[in-house]
C-alpha cells in the first residue's frame, strides 16, 4: 500500500447531496432556468467545505463567488464548515442525500 | 505529474440523477480504504449483465467481499445510519458481494460529470 497517496480526497469517505435552488426573487425567477444547476446530485469528500461548493456552484453557473449562498433550513452556512460535520450537525440519521439549499444573488448586489 | 497533482484535490460528481450509493471500504490490510459501488447497482443503472460489463470494461477494477464484512465496514460509517439504507444486506451472510471502485470512467459511464478544485482553495 502507497502511503504516500492514503491522504487523497479520493480515498476519502463520499458523502451525498442533493443541491436545489432557492429563489427570492422575481428576477431570480426570470433566469431560473439559467442559473440552476441541472446536474442537481453532487458526490464529494466529506472533509469538502462548503466554501469549496460554493466555487464550484460558480464555475459551473458561471457567476461570482459573492454571488453564491449555501442554507440548510433557510439559514446560511459557514464557508469552513466541512461536509462531515454538517452531516452530523444537520442530517444525522437521515437518508442521503443531504439536501442543501443555494441561492443566487444579483450580481449588482454585494 | 500535473495530473496526478489534479488528482489530489477535491473532487465533485454531479448528475441529473440520484447517485448510486458509495460505499468507503478496506479490502485488504495491505491497501487503505477505496470507494467502491455495488456492481449490481451499476449494472442495473446500466442495464448491462455482469458478463457484458467485464467484457467491455476489463480495465475497470472489480473486486469480491464477503457480505458480513461488507455490511460491518458500511455499518461503522456515521452517514449509513438510517436503518433503511442498509437493510438489504445481512450481518451474518457468507454471500460475496461484487464491488467496482470509483472512477473518473465509471462516473462518465454513469452519465456523471466531474469538477476538481485543487488544494490552494
Known amino acids: ?110 | 505529474e500535473e495530473e496526478e497533482d489534479t488528482r489530489q484535490g477535491f473532487e465533485f460528481e454531479f448528475s441529473d440523477r440520484p447517485l448510486l450509493p458509495c460505499y468507503n471500504i478496506q479490502l485488504s490490510l495491505s491497501q487503505g480504504p477505496r470507494n467502491w459501488l455495488l456492481l449490481s447497482d451499476v449494472l442495473k443503472r446500466l442495464r448491462m449483465s455482469s458478463r457484458a460489463f467485464r467484457a467491455a470494461f476489463a480495465h475497470l477494477e472489480v473486486a469480491t467481499i464477503a457480505e458480513a464484512e461488507f455490511y460491518k465496514q458500511a455499518s461503522l460509517s456515521q452517514l449509513f445510519l438510517c436503518p433503511d439504507e442498509l437493510a438489504a444486506f445481512l450481518p451474518d451472510s457468507k454471500e460475496l458481494l461484487d464491488l467496482v471502485e470509483t472512477s473518473s470512467e465509471l462516473a462518465a459511464l454513469l452519465g456523471s460529470s466531474l469538477e476538481c478544485l485543487d488544494n490552494r482553495w
Open chain 1, 1 to 110: 500500500f502507497d502511503h504516500s497517496k492514503a491522504h487523497f480526497y479520493r480515498y476519502d469517505e463520499q458523502v451525498s447531496l442533493c443541491l436545489e435552488r432557492q429563489s427570492s426573487s422575481l428576477s431570480e425567477k426570470k433566469d431560473k432556468t439559467k442559473l440552476t444547476l441541472q446536474q442537481k446530485f453532487v458526490r464529494c469528500s466529506v472533509r469538502a467545505e462548503v466554501r469549496h461548493l460554493r466555487k464550484v456552484l460558480c464555475h459551473r453557473l458561471n457567476v461570482e463567488k459573492h454571488q453564491v449562498q449555501m442554507l440548510f433550513n433557510n439559514e446560511s452556512l459557514p464557508d469552513h464548515m466541512t461536509m462531515k460535520r454538517l452531516w452530523i450537525s444537520h442530517w444525522f440519521g437521515k437518508a442521503q442525500p443531504l439536501v442543501l439549499h443555494y441561492t443566487i444573488k444579483d450580481k449588482r448586489t454585494r
